[in-house]
């Protein structure tokens, strides 16, 4: 009998491979139940209809996604679907970084331990109210007129983004058959865009803080038939025009590149690159509202020539820029040097009413010294009260920059069109951006879309009482 | 005295808590499925559920009162976990919980009657060799006249009444197996059992029966470690079942594809992966707690009361649930391995620990298969997969575990 129950221990080792392969089959089923749960093949998730989940509303509760009787809903207006899709996302999951992909968990209201009950219970998820406004959005991408590019414009004081608007985009009621390039994409988040000049107001940052003669410095921009050089380096950035020997303000007012290439010369790889690295650049942004990571701004000009310098000094060479970080950049000048964290998301609440979150202004930290916040404000104040005229922006005293970035050596390549700028009307602290794609001159193509945007913001009630 | 009377008392007073909680759990769930059925299924799931309650008292009742027989954790994790089978096949399978009621019932009556076999010990060594003719020509009467279903060959047709012999011959095989007293060390008294063995495996191989084949010959292993307790030849024979397993795989390539999808179910996302990646999505969506019993959806994925049944149990009654049965194919070889060492004759020690060896082996197949931990082999959980013959095997195999317990017989008084 000894020998028998001697023998019989030997099956403690079966029961510890056996407890082994449990604790591992449990291990795997609590770190992948998330992405196991939202899989396209879940029933409870996913029916020939669509997609059981919360709503989604816009900031005044306008309902931007639904679930009806197992089916998935739209707002009921076209170019309000269009306008949000990218931000909302498709219920099929191709929009990576739509709500509805990136928070899928909160609006089916799966958790790792009540699994997709809530969603039994009560017929529906979390709802997600974001800080979108679904009328501005709509007047962004009826503004873009069926141009591509992005829209995007956010509260500088609390990081409440208002409007996002990326194109081409399609009605997710009515799905083309044939795709166009990026329209599954959220370019305000995504994309990356060579900035022009606008980035002259990052070497203009930098000259503020480095150069304490910069009031009293002229540069020279000479030439014939109407383009403006200047030698730097090893060869000639030129410019659109020729301003002679130019002063500081009117360089920026009317974007003379022979200054600000003669800036970056003067500033060198390393000033510059301390002044963007400090607002952001070449780092990552916090991801929006926890979950959608943004495309990272760069300048990178370790072992560049002073000439490459030079044009990253005015948005070209290797420089980008992505969208979001860029009016996050401007915010933080509106709003005196502090960025604050950008979000998307106001609120989350389950079906029985309980806030699950509430968006909380943060800080991410001090882009620019006050002081340099304030005189950037002054000279882009100068470019519209000079430039490009008041009476775009009315009754908002905005201040704004505007790029035209050439992507392509090419003759016949058409540039990027960008403006970014902001209202210092207290009534109205937003910060915009926009990016028109295969443009001509921003004045003509990006300033008209900025303006009417920034005069829906201007003119929506609902958007003064929240 | 006094003292004894307090340790039995304070049994019954467990007995009754645990029985009250099983059974609780069980009117909760019929009450649930009956909220939910259709009318005219109603009655079916009333009766089951009616007379299963009832059944399970009158056995306590009687083993306790009539008998006084004291320690049920065996029959308790039984009760509970066929209580969970029935269950899922009364909520899927409405019109199909009377017909696996009754199976429920002859395995329990099974479970009974064979605990008065294997009460004495003489008739078990007579039995041994007409009943290892017995299984063996009714797995060889399955590969003549069965017909393939589901990719093997180990379903039998009789008048209306489908059955899987090879869960019958589990009960023979261990019986055979362990059905020996004479020169219990010795290598020789193993070789007619390794030849009967061998005959089993190959039929199962032959039906491509792969699960139970790797069942019994896992089983064939414990019984052979118990009884000679040389891991040499065990290991020989291991190396050799290697080797042969190597040479079909490939010499039959077909059979190998069988598992192709093992370790990337998720690449075979809608072929040879289905079950298995279901599995792990409706298990995700239980959490801990489930969705309750009717919720869920893994339900209408093919074989879910059987091979996938483990998902179902996550799915809607949740992971503590799935761990709790997990742990009491635990319980009961633990039950099996302390008892083994009172044993009143080796015999019941190698019969216990075979019978829950085989059990737990069988869980970690089924469980861990349909988790994508080990390959699919399509094995049923041991009393909570619908299936006649399976549940009846698994009351008769608890008779096994049952025998182990000196007090099931009472010699000696005092249990232990």
């Known amino acids: ?466 | 005295m006094k003292s004894k009377a307090i340790k039995n008392s304070s049994k019954n007073v467990n007995l009754l808590i645990m029985l009250t909680v099983i059974m609780l759990f069980q009117l909760i769930c019929a009450a649930t499925l009956i909220s939910k059925c259709e009318i005219e299924n109603r009655t079916g799931i009333i009766i089951t559920f009616g007379v299963y309650i009832l059944v399970e008292l009158m056995y306590f009742a009687g083993a306790r009162l009539i008998l006084k027989r004291r320690g049920f954790e065996v029959e308790l994790i039984a009760f509970l976990l066929t209580g969970i089978g029935l269950s899922i096949t009364a909520s899927v399978y409405p019109s199909l919980a009377v017909k696996q009621l009754i199976a429920a019932l002859i395995g329990i009556f099974g479970f009974i009657a064979l605990q008065i076999i294997l009460r004495d010990i003489n008739l078990c060594q007579k039995l041994r060799y007409p009943v290892a003719i017995l299984a063996f020509g009714l797995l060889v009467f399955t590969l003549v006249f069965a017909k393939f279903t589901n990719g093997a060959k180990n379903w039998l047709y009789i008048g209306g009444m489908s059955i899987q012999p090879s869960e019958l011959v589990k009960v023979a095989f261990i019986f055979v197996g362990a059905a020996t007293l004479e020169k219990l060390q010795s290598n020789k008294s193993l070789t007619k059992f390794i030849i009967f063995a061998l005959g089993c495996v190959g039929a199962l191989f032959l039906m491509y029966d792969f699960g139970t084949a790797l069942i019994f010959f896992f089983t064939f292993i414990v019984i052979s470690f118990m009884r000679s307790g040389d891991v040499r030849t065990i290991i020989l024979v291991c190396a050799a079942a290697l080797m042969g397993g190597v040479l079909v795989l490939n010499f039959k390539p077909y059979v190998a594809n069988r598992f192709a999808a093992y370790l990337h179910v998720w690449d075979y996302f809608d072929s040879l992966g289905y079950q298995q990646t279901r599995v792990m999505i409706y298990s995700a969506s239980g959490g801990l707690f489930g969705v309750g019993l009717g919720g869920g959806k893994l339900r209408n994925v093919f074989a879910a009361t059987e091979d996938l049944v483990f998902g179902v149990v996550c799915e809607e009654f949740g992971w503590i649930l799935a761990a709790a049965i997990l742990l009491s194919y635990v319980a009961l070889l633990v039950y099996s391995i302390k008892h083994a060492r009172y044993a009143r004759s080796s015999f019941y020690a190698i019969c216990a620990t075979a019978a829950s060896a085989l059990m737990l082996f069988q869980a970690a197949l089924n469980v861990f298969g349909v988790n994508d931990v080990l390959p699919l082999t399509g094995v049923t959980l041991p009393f909570i997969s619908r299936g006649g013959s399976s549940i009846m095997c698994c009351w008769m195999l608890l008779a096994f575990i049952k025998a182990v317990d000196r007090g099931t017989y009472r010699y000696g008084g005092v249990r232990q």
């Open chain 1, 1 to 466: 009998m000894k020998s028998i129950s001697r023998r019989a221990l030997i099956l403690y080792l079966l029961i510890i491979v056996f407890l082994v392969g449990s604790v591992f089959t449990y291990y795997n089923l609590v770190t992948n139940s998330n992405k196991w749960a939202m899989n396209r093949a879940n029933r409870h998730l996913y029916s020939s209809g669509g997609f059981t989940a919360g709503d989604i509303t816009d900031r005044n509760g306008k309902i931007l996604a639904s679930t009806e009787n197992g089916v998935r809903i739209y707002n009921s207006d076209e170019a309000v679907r269009k306008a949000t899709l990218q931000t909302v996302g498709d219920g099929a999951g191709y929009i990576a970084s739509g709500i509805q992909t990136a928070f899928k968990d909160e609006l089916t209201g799966y958790t790792v331990i009540d699994g997709i009950y809530n969603l039994k219970r009560y017929g529906k998820g979390n709802d997600i109210t974001l800080t979108l406004d679904a009328d501005i959005c709509k007047a962004a991408y009826n503004a873009m007129n069926g141009q591509n590019g992005v829209v995007g414009v956010m509260n500088y004081k609390t990081g409440e983004i208002i409007c996002i608007v990326s194109t081409p985009t399609y009605d997710p009621l009515n799905k083309p058959s044939t795709e166009k390039e990026g329209m599954y994409l959220n370019k305000f988040f995504k994309g990356v865009y060579t900035p022009g000049s606008t980035f002259k107001i990052m070497t203009l940052a930098s000259s503020i803080e480095n150069l304490p003669n910069l009031k009293s410095m002229t540069f020279d921009c000479n030439g014939k038939n109407g383009k403006g050089q200047i030698a730097i380096g090893e060869g000639y950035v030129y410019c659109s025009g020729v301003h002679k020997n130019v002063m500081i303000e009117k360089a920026f007012n009317q974007s003379c590149n022979c200054a600000f290439a003669t800036l970056a010369d003067t500033l060198g790889a390393e000033k510059l690159t301390a002044t963007a690295e400090n607002a952001g650049f070449n780092k990552k942004m916090p991801k929006i509202n926890g979950k959608i990571s943004c495309a990272k701004s760069t300048l990178k000009l370790e072992n560049s020539s002073a000439l490459d310098i030079g044009w990253a000094g005015i948005g070209q060479y290797t420089t980008l820029v992505n969208p979001c970080h860029m009016l996050t950049v401007i915010s933080a000048i509106a709003n005196g040097g502090t960025a604050v964290e950008p979000y998307v998301i106001r609120d989350i609440t389950t079906p029985s009413g309980k806030t699950l979150y509430s968006m909380q202004v943060q800080t991410i930290g001090e882009y620019f010294s006050p002081e340099t916040a304030a005189e950037l404000t002054e000279y882009m104040r100068s470019n519209v009260k000079n430039n490009y005229g008041d009476y775009r922006f009315q009754n908002l005293q905005m201040c704004g920059k505007t790029g035209t970035a050439e992507i392509s050596d090419s003759e016949d390549a058409k540039p990027n069109a960008l403006f970014t700028g902001f209202s210092t009307n207290p009534d109205y602290p937003y910060a915009i951006i926009v990016v028109v794609e295969d443009s001509s001159f921003s004045i003509k193509t990006a300033v008209p879309v900025a303006s009417k945007v920034m005069a829906a913001v201007k003119n929506n009630k609902e958007l003064k009482n929240n």
